[in-house]
C-alpha cells in the first residue's frame, strides 16, 4: 500500500516529483500547499510559511529554502511540467474533470484538492454566459488534505442546548464559530480509535456558524464536528459543493465524516441543501462556506 508521499508524489511530472521526494517524510507530512507556477519557483506551504524548493542542493544541504532569496538557486517548472502534472492528476482524462474545471479545481483520491489557472474558455452560448473550462493551464495549487482528528473536542459541548420544546426539531449546521482552537495538543493514535462523543441528555445541536480569517481551520473543524456527531448518532446531511469537507473521490469520501453522513458531493450549496432535506431526512445539514443570497435563503428553508 502506497504511502501519503508516495500518493501525492504520483501526481506530478518527473522533474517537480523528483525534487519534491527530496523533501524528508516527518517534514512532507506536514506540508499544507504545494504551488507550481510556469516558469516560476516552485513552493511549498509547511507549517504556515513558505519555502522554495532548490533545483540541485549541495551534498548536505536540505531541499528546501527560505523564500524569497537573492542567492538560492530555486527549481522552476516549466510549462510542459505542469502540462504533465495535469494530465497524471486528471488520470490523462482531463474531459472526465471538465465540470470541476469549470469551478477551477479538481478533486484528487485523498481529498487533496488541485486549484489551477490558465486560459479561461468563455461559452457566450449559454444564458449571460458561462466559464465551460481552463485550457492551457500554467499554474497549479495542490492543497494537501489534512484530518485533524479531535481538533472539535473542545467546542463540541457547547454547541447543544437543552430542548424545551415538545417536538424534535430538524437542527441545520453551516459552519462554526469564533473562538480560537488550538490544534497543537490534539494526539490521535491510528491504533488507539477516538472515543466517541456522548450527546447531553435532552438536549439538541444548536444552529452552528463558524467564522474566522482564511486558511484558519474551519472546514478542519467543521468535518470533525460532522464526524463526532454523526458517530455520536445524529443523521447528518452534508453539502459539499467543493469537495473540501468529505473529499469525495467518484461519490466516495475520501475523509471520515461518520458513519451516519450522506454527502451530496459537488453540487451547489442552494439545491444541495434542499435536495437533502427532502431525500435524507437529516437531524443536521452541514455546508461549507455559505456565500450569497441563494445559499442564505436555502438555509432559512432548512430550518422552517
Known sequence: MSTVKESLLSFFSTEP???LALIGGSLFGRLSEIRLRTDKPLLVKLNGKEYGVLNEPEAGQGILSAFPSAHADFYRPTFRD????????????????ESALRMGYMTLPGGHRAGVAGQAVVDLSAEKGGLRTVTHIASVNLRV??????????????????????????CSTEKLSSESISYSSVNFSPESP??????????????????SPPACGKTTLLR???RQISDAGITVGLADERSEVAGCY??????????RTDVLDGCPKAEGMVMLLRAMSPQVIAVDELGGERDARARGGGRA
Open 145 to 170: 488534505a489534512h484530518t485533524v482528528t479531535g481538533c472539535a473536542d473542545e467546542i463540541l459541548p457547547k454547541l447543544f442546548t437543552i430542548n424545551f420544546s415538545t417536538e424534535s426539531p430538524v
Open 224 to 226: 470533525d464536528i460532522v
Open 250 to 259: 467518484r461519490g466516495v469520501p475520501q475523509n471520515d465524516v461518520g458513519l
Open 194 to 211: 477516538p472515543p466517541v462523543f456522548k450527546i447531553p441528555p435532552g438536549s439538541v445541536f444548536c444552529h452552528t456558524l463558524i467564522i
Open 17 to 19: 516529483a523528483r525534487r
Open 82 to 97: 505542469i502540462a504533465e502534472t495535469v494530465e497524471r492528476m486528471s488520470r490523462h482524462s482531463l474531459y472526465a474533470y
